[in-house]
Structure formats: structure tokens, C-alpha cells
């Protein structure tokens, strides 16, 4: 288990900063935004994860979450595409707005 | 290029300084490589491509050399996988006198996190900007030049596949080499320092890293960066049903269009041939040289080409897919699929490679992290048809079911499936629990680069006209002098023996000995199946012991529908669609995986698979034929 970091702000989402929740990655719907703010696993998946931009802190939008693909995520310009069971170790604050 | 210039290559090779090319995956390096070099290094749309270092020498207008070195794909120093353990080790080892970072410019707020890993390095750098073309696209303004002020480096931005980039990148080598400029921040420096005093971990440094590449995009980005939509037919491509069905539309669609052109080239060329051999037969050549076209070259030629405009067709369209990023999608959607037999998604792409040459596929499959899902995909990969399969393949469907042909490739399509389950099975070696975790990046697509592809379609073709057709030509010699050699009696003996064994598997004797020779090279097997159908009066007058005065041609398709019937095609079809690849593939196997022990045991499993699967269809097929 790794340290809670203290983001207490984040600078690409604090005008969405209204009825936030956290959740695991894997339960946020469909286009939503959400903020990283807890990462579970050993220095050899983080250091697959941070270089993606899936890093504490940084702003992600859902764009794909069903069965059977994996999780389609919206970091800065870049899709990444991250399988289910790598989510559930991906926890995060959701934004209850829409995109 | 000539052995005399590839010696000369080598030898400046070794003197003159050495460049590395560094980026993440599917940045634009080897494309990069192959601009500055005239290199010919395979380039495609997604990560994960370029496995091993490569090597070629640059000459600058003023006459300077530089050795520049291809690096595979590294998402940062620490590296996570064998090919980044390979380009750090080149890095460390080597010490280039420069480096060549380039960063993607449609991705930037990713491609810079490599670029922080650089920072206060003591090795000279400049920064090649790729994807400008798909930046403006965008229509992202971004200050390069402030971006160059703000990291002290020279910044080039550059389209890739434009030649004219090319005098811009080796003016960035003369700037590097002369001024020898370092990536500093002392910012970033100093804040990195600080965190690691504190005793922190890997997540408040890339938090920080973020950070100070999101501030950076700030200051030299004309809009702020936002999250970009999909693309419309990523709605599509992506979606669980129908991506699905529309990547076997494509995949399927490649394969028919191949089969269809090739046949009908084929008949025609079969026309040509049988003129030509009467041609021979009346112009009075002498015998010898006569049989020897008749029996080994002209059949060897005419499946030969056949086989060549198969493989173009098809290399073709695997190549659009691959250049404009589709085969990224491919292994997203079968991600799902993959898994429930303990694989990823990624495995899906060096089973595509797969279909243009299986030492591809099993090279390819060094795209996967985990060694355990790595020697899986090997091991299933090689059922996987190269283009030497579908060759044979398309040629034996299309010569004894016509227009059903699509059919039966479809059921041996859906056999391959099946066998690639089963392998899996078998050789999971206990490992069950061992999770299938995938984690990739989707590239953007971009226009095909009609110059890349049809110069991967020619390299193909040129390869199996300078490589598998000599040895289509070879095979199809051995073994007609090989049959000349013995007379009637003692070729009944062996013949009447090979063909009750054979019949055990539902196999006609000569489509058995034309199995045994694809082991050696997968076109062999056509060289086998010309030679011994392709009969000629010499074999049919063989009881008199006379060579016949006037040799008569009988088309190969013909005599191979006489001689075997639809249910043993179909065995033959299956058993060589099963049956193990080439002892290339085979002996890069063991290299890869490092066993032979396991190597053997995956070519026994094969061969003896494809024998009892001939048998059980065989013995089905009778059912309805």
C-alpha cells in the first residue's frame, strides 16, 4: 500500500470541484471526469502506470467503461487503454458533473 | 545496398560517433532512422514496433558522418520491460556522444515525461517534434521556439516522412555535435532534490514531473491543453460488438481480395506456362534441358507467382492497417477475448505480423512485458499462416472448391482459433492465476503513408523473390532429380509404402512429402507439389525406360484433382495449416525463449497435432463427400 498523497488542489479540475466522491476506477461511468488520488502496487507497476500520465493527481476523463474491453481513459492528448483489473488498484475522486 | 556497401557501412560504423534516437513507442524514431540513414527499417502505427537496436551511418552536406542508432521505445530510464532494458542498457554501455530525443507532437503532455528523465544529464541533446502534421490537424499552436529558450536545446519540429525534414534534423546534429547543448532546468532541478531529501517515493517526483510538464504546455500552448474528443470512427471501432465484427470484415476482406487476384494471375500465368512448354517442345531445345523446365522450373515458377502476388496483395493490406493505427484497436477489442485464455490484447499484434512471417510473430511478441504471456503467444503464434501458408493455402482451396474456398479458409480460420486455445491451455504450465493486465496507449490515426507501405509491399516481395522462390525452385529441383534417380519398380515400392502410411492421416503420399518439406521453408511445400504433380511423359513413360520424344504438359491443378480427393485436400489443408513454420521460425523460437528443450516439445506438439487433425477431418469429411 502506498502513501495518501495531499493534493488538495488540482490544477486542471478545480473549477469541476463540486460533489466529488472516491471511487476505484473501474466503477466511474462513462464520461466523467475524475482526479487520481490513490495508486495501490509495487514500484514495478507504478513505473508502468506514472509515465502514461496515470500519476496522482493528474486529471482523467472515462470515455469507455463495459464489459469485456478494457477501460478507455482521456489523460491530457492521449488515450490510454487500461484493463479492468489494473483499474481496481486506480482510486479516484469523481466529479458528479457531466462532462 | 551491395555487400561491398554494407562492409563500407560497417566500417564507418565503427569510427565515426555515435547517435541514439530515444523516444517512448510509436514516436516516429525509426521513421526518424530511415530518413536521416536511407534506411529501410519497418515502420508502423503503433508502440512497441522496433525491438532491437539498429545502426546506419548519416552524412551531413558537409561531408560529415555520424553513426545513428535506432533505439526501441522507452517510456522513461527506469525501464519496466526487455526493450527498454535493452535501449537503457545501449545508453549505458555504449555512451552515445549524443542523443536524438523525440517527442510526439500530438501527445506532448506524455511524450515529456521522457524528456524530464533527461534533465541535468551530462549528454548532449536535441529534440526532434514529430506528428506536426496531426498537431495542425488539431489545430494546437504551440511556440516551439519558447519551448527551445525554456530547456536550452535545440527543438525541431518536423514531419516525419517529409524529406525536407531531413536537411532540418542534421542541422540539429551539426548544432548538437558543435555546441554540444545540455537539458537543464534548475527549477527542476532543485524541486526534484528536494522531494528525494525529504525521503519521498516515485509518486510525489511524478507528480511533480507532471506538474512541471502540464506549467510548461501552459506557456507555450496558443489554447489550454483539453481532452480531445474521439474520433467518429473510434465510436465504431471501439464498440464491443460491432469493432469487432468489423476488424474480421477487414481481416477477412484482405485475405479474399488476396485469394481472388492471385487465382485469377494464376490461371493465366498456367496458360502462358503450357505455351510455353510446347514452344520448347517444337523448337527443337535438347531433352534434358527440356525436362528439366518441364518437370522442376516452369512448375516451380508458376505457383511461385502465384504465391508472390498473394503475399503483395496481402501484405498490402495488413501494412494500411498497421500505418494508419487500426492494429491498436485490434488488440483493444480482443483485450477481453484475449484474457480468458491468459492472455492481453497486445499479444494480438505479433499474431498479426504473424500473417506476413511467423520470425516476425515471435520477434513481435517482445511487445509483451510479462515473459510467461510471452512464451504463450510464441507457442500459439505459430499456428498463425505466414505467407507461405496462405500461399499453398489459397491455391489448394481455390483448385478443389472454387468459389466455396472462402469457406474453407473460414473454417480453417476458426481451427486456428481453436488451436490457439488448446495451446494455451496446454502450455500454461500452471500458471493460471497469472493475470492477463494490459495497459496501452491508442495512437491517433493519421492518412496512410503510401510511400511506407508500398515500400514494406516490395520489400516483402522482393524478399520471397530472392529467398522463398529460389527455394520453391531448389526444393522442386532436389526432388525432381531426386525421383529420377530411381526406376519404376523401386519408386512403386517406396510410393506404395509412403502412401499406406499417409492414408493413416487421410493424406495422398505426395501432399505428405510435400508436408515434410515445408518444415524446411514453408514454400518448399509448392516446390514438392509441382514437381510431383506436375507430371510430365517421362514419369508416365517411366515403365518403358525410354524418355519420351514428345513431352506433354499436364497442368499441376489438373493432376492434383485427379490424384486426390476433395476430403483429402481438405486434410492436406488442415494438416499444413497446423503443421510447425520454418526452421527459421523454429530456431528463433529457441533463441527467444531460450530452450530448446521447450522449443522441441512445442515441435512435436505441432507435427503430431497436424497429423491427427488430418486424420479426424479426413475421416469427417467422407461423411459428406
Known amino acids: ?99 | 545496398m551491395t555487400a561491398r556497401g554494407r562492409r563500407k557501412c560497417s566500417d564507418h560504423a565503427q569510427t565515426a560517433p555515435h547517435i541514439a534516437i530515444v523516444g517512448q513507442p510509436n514516436t516516429g524514431k525509426s521513421t526518424i532512422f530511415n530518413l536521416l540513414t536511407h534506411g529501410k527499417q519497418h515502420t508502423a502505427n503503433w508502440s512497441g514496433k522496433t525491438v532491437e537496436p539498429q545502426e546506419g551511418v548519416c552524412r551531413s552536406s558537409s561531408g560529415e558522418t555520424y553513426t545513428v542508432v535506432d533505439l526501441p521505445g522507452v517510456f522513461s530510464l527506469s525501464p519496466h520491460s526487455d526493450r527498454e532494458r535493452v535501449a537503457c542498457a545501449y545508453l549505458q554501455k555504449e555512451n552515445p556522444i549524443g542523443i536524438v530525443l523525440v517527442l510526439d507532437g500530438s501527445q506532448l503532455s506524455r511524450s515529456m515525461y521522457l524528456l524530464t528523465d533527461f534533465m541535468g544529464l551530462n549528454i548532449p541533446i536535441v529534440i526532434v517534434v514529430t506528428m506536426i502534421d496531426i498537431l495542425k490537424f488539431q489545430r494546437r499552436d504551440v511556440d516551439f521556439q519558447k519551448l527551445e529558450i525554456i530547456l536550452g536545446v535545440p527543438v525541431i519540429p518536423v514531419i516525419g516522412t517529409h524529406r525536407r525534414s531531413r536537411a532540418k534534423i542534421i542541422a540539429g546534429l551539426e548544432r548538437l555535435m558543435g555546441k554540444r547543448p545540455l537539458l537543464c532546468c534548475e527549477e527542476f532541478t532543485a524541486a526534484c532534490k528536494k522531494i528525494t531529501g525529504e525521503g519521498s517515493d516515485a509518486l510525489r517526483i511524478a507528480g511533480y514531473r507532471h506538474k512541471w510538464i502540464r506549467d510548461r504546455l501552459m506557456e507555450i500552448c496558443a489554447c489550454p491543453l483539453q481532452h480531445r474528443p474521439l474520433n467518429k470512427f473510434d465510436h465504431v471501432a471501439l464498440h464491443p460488438v460491432w469493432g469487432i465484427i468489423l476488424a474480421f470484415f477487414f481481416l477477412f476482406s484482405g485475405f479474399a481480395i488476396s485469394a481472388v487476384v492471385a487465382g485469377r494471375l494464376q490461371h493465366f500465368l498456367q496458360k502462358i506456362a503450357n505455351f510455353g512448354v510446347k514452344a520448347g517442345g517444337a523448337s527443337g531445345i535438347p531433352p534434358l534441358l527440356a525436362e528439366i523446365l518441364n518437370g522442376a522450373i516452369f512448375p516451380g515458377l508458376t505457383i511461385a507467382a502465384y504465391l508472390l502476388i498473394f503475399v503483395g496483395v496481402l501484405t498490402l493490406v495488413i501494412g494500411i492497417m498497421e500505418d494508419v493505427g487500426y492494429v491498436a484497436r485490434i488488440a483493444y477489442l480482443f483485450d477481453g477475448l484475449m484474457g480468458r485464455i491468459g492472455l492481453q490484447g497486445k499479444c494480438v499484434i505479433p499474431f498479426i505480423s504473424g500473417f506476413g512471417c511467423t520470425v516476425a510473430g515471435v520477434c513481435g511478441a517482445r511487445v509483451i512485458d510479462c515473459p510467461h504471456q510471452r512464451r504463450l503467444t510464441i507457442a500459439a503464434c505459430w499456428v498463425v499462416p505466414c505467407s507461405g501458408t496462405w500461399g499453398t493455402v489459397g491455391f489448394v482451396a481455390v483448385l478443389f472448391f472454387g468459389s466455396r474456398a472462402v469457406w474453407v479458409i473460414l473454417g480453417l480460420f476458426l481451427l486456428m482459433i481453436l488451436h490457439i486455445i488448446l495451446t494455451t491451455r496446454i502450455f500454461r504450465n500452471g500458471c493460471r492465476s497469472m493475470p492477463a493486465e494490459m495497459l496501452m496507449d491508442l495512437p491517433h490515426y493519421h492518412r496512410p503513408h503510401w510511400r511506407n507501405i508500398f515500400g514494406i509491399v516490395f520489400r516483402q516481395m522482393g524478399q520471397l523473390l530472392f529467398k522463398s522462390i529460389p527455394a520453391i525452385l531448389l526444393t522442386a529441383f532436389l526432388l525432381w532429380s531426386f525421383l529420377r534417380q530411381f526406376n519404376s519398380m523401386q519408386t512403386d515400392v517406396f510410393t506404395n509404402q509412403l502412401a499406406r502410411f499417409s492414408a493413416i492421416f487421410g493424406l495422398h503420399w505426395k501432399l505428405f512429402v510435400a508436408l515434410a518439406l515445408s518444415l524446411i521453408n514453408r514454400e518448399s511445400a509448392l516446390g514438392g507439389i509441382a514437381v510431383l504433380f506436375g507430371e510430365t511423359s517421362y514419369i508416365l513413360s517411366a515403365a518403358d525406360g525410354m524418355l519420351a520424344q514428345n513431352l506433354q504438359w499436364a497442368s499441376i491443378g489438373t493432376s492434383l484433382v485427379k490424384s486426390v480427393s476433395p476430403q483429402g485436400a481438405l486434410a492436406f489443408l488442415c494438416a499444413f495449416f497446423l503443421s510447425p513454420p520454418c526452421c527459421a521460425a523454429i530456431a528463433v523460437t529457441a533463441h527467444e525463449i531460450r530452450s530448446y528443450a521447450w522449443t522441441l516439445r512445442l515441435l512435436a506438439y505441432y507435427f503430431l497435432g497436424a497429423l491427427l487433425a488430418a486424420a479426424i477431418i479426413s475421416r469427417a469429411a467422407s461423411l459428406f463427400f
Open chain 1, 1 to 99: 500500500m502506498l502513501e495518501l498523497l495531499d493534493f488538495s488542489t488540482c490544477a486542471a479540475c478545480t473549477s469541476y470541484r463540486v460533489n466529488f466522491r472516491m471511487v476505484r476506477l473501474d466503477e466511474v461511468e462513462e464520461n466523467k471526469c475524475c482526479c487520481i488520488r490513490y495508486i495501490e502496487g509495487d514500484g514495478i507497476s507504478l513505473g508502468k502506470l506514472l509515465p502514461l500520465g496515470i500519476s496522482v493527481g493528474n486529471h482523467i476523463e472515462v470515455v469507455y467503461n463495459r464489459r469485456f474491453i478494457p477501460i478507455l481513459l482521456s489523460i491530457g492528448d492521449s488515450f490510454i487503454a487500461v484493463s479492468r483489473r489494473k483499474a481496481q488498484t486506480i482510486f479516484v475522486e469523481e466529479d458528479g458533473n457531466d462532462r
